[in-house]
């Protein structure tokens, strides 16, 4: 029987299973076995640390954005990036794993590619710019849903991470992000801001930008101007980070998109939706 029929979608599989099930390498985030002609691949998530993973994939809906092969300098359509280009004609497999947890790796199923690969600027390991290949992987049979309290683990986990980062590093990261997000716009015209199925679609918004925002409004509302009501567990201004242009209506996740306001005034916009509001929000990112 083979094995990989075995594999479940949805269920966590240790390494030393996804090695014995492929029979593929230890290590790599993409991994070929010419004995299972499967072409094996990993989207990593809880890393913190640009220099073991400095790539930057991003889901929209049910297709992964999958950044290529290559830590350092501009990336090439060679070795496992020419493989997930001709694994239909040479009859090779991709099978996706996600990783948010260390060691822990989410069979997400068999996907395809389902447009051409495109190239964007983004930081590698050594934090100097070079040309990525972005590999756009649609999930072959459903859509892939994952637990929503995945995600939100994993929200909550990242958040106990960015508030021990210094406010220089935030907002480098939030910068950068903002930029990428920018650029993959400009190659996805049509595409919305990265989203995900769980229970309901869930737009993915950056944690670095939207923490930075909170951080450059020194505790006030952008709206009404007033100081944050309370201070969270952190002991921080809490302030929600508002998207200007909302995600699902094509705005993008960036810095210049997005603005700190309190719980009240970010409930009032949701419910008016005023263009008074709108207004004064757009005027004071462009005046920060």
């Not at 990993?42 to 220099?51: A, D, I, T």
């Not at 600027?121 to 934090?127: F, P």
């Not at 008016?272 to 929000?281: A, S, T």
């Amino acid at each position: 029987m083979d094995k990989n029929n075995l594999l479940i979608t949805g269920d966590v599989y240790s390494n030393a299973q996804i090695m014995e099930i492929f029979r593929v390498s230890n290590s790599g985030g993409i991994r070929f076995s010419t004995k299972t002609r499967s072409l094996v691949i990993f989207s990593f998530h809880q890393s913190v640390n640009q220099k073991d993973v400095p790539y930057q994939d991003s889901w929209e809906k049910d297709t992964l954005h999958y950044t290529g092969q290559g830590k350092e300098g501009d990336q090439e359509l060679t070795r496992n990036n020419k493989k997930i280009v001709e694994a239909n004609q040479d009859n090779i497999t991709i099978h996706l794993f996600e990783s948010f947890v260390s060691r822990e790796y989410i069979y997400r199923g068999i996907v395809y590619l389902s447009n051409n690969p495109y190239k964007v600027s983004e930081l590698d390991a050594n934090h100097n710019y070079r040309l990525v290949y972005k590999f756009p992987l649609t999930i072959k049979n459903g859509n892939g849903e994952l637990p929503l309290s995945i995600i939100q683990s994993h929200t909550i986990q990242q958040d106990k991470h960015l508030q021990k980062l210094p406010q220089s590093k935030l907002a480098e990261m939030a910068q950068e992000i903002s930029r990428s997000n920018h650029e993959f716009h400009k190659n996805n015209p049509n595409d919305k801001a990265s989203s995900r199925f769980v229970n309901t679609i869930s737009f993915e918004r950056s944690p670095y930008i939207a923490n930075y925002v909170k951080h450059i409004a020194n505790g006030y509302c952008s709206l009404c101007e007033q100081l944050a009501p309370f201070l969270d567990k952190y002991n921080q201004p809490f302030l929600h980070a508002h998207h200007i242009n909302y995600l699902s209506d094509g705005g993008e996740d960036t810095i210049e998109n997005c603005i700190a306001v309190c719980p009240n005034c970010h409930a009032k916009i949701h419910a008016l939706n005023d263009p008074k509001d709108k207004e004064i929000l757009l005027s004071k990112v462009r005046n920060r």
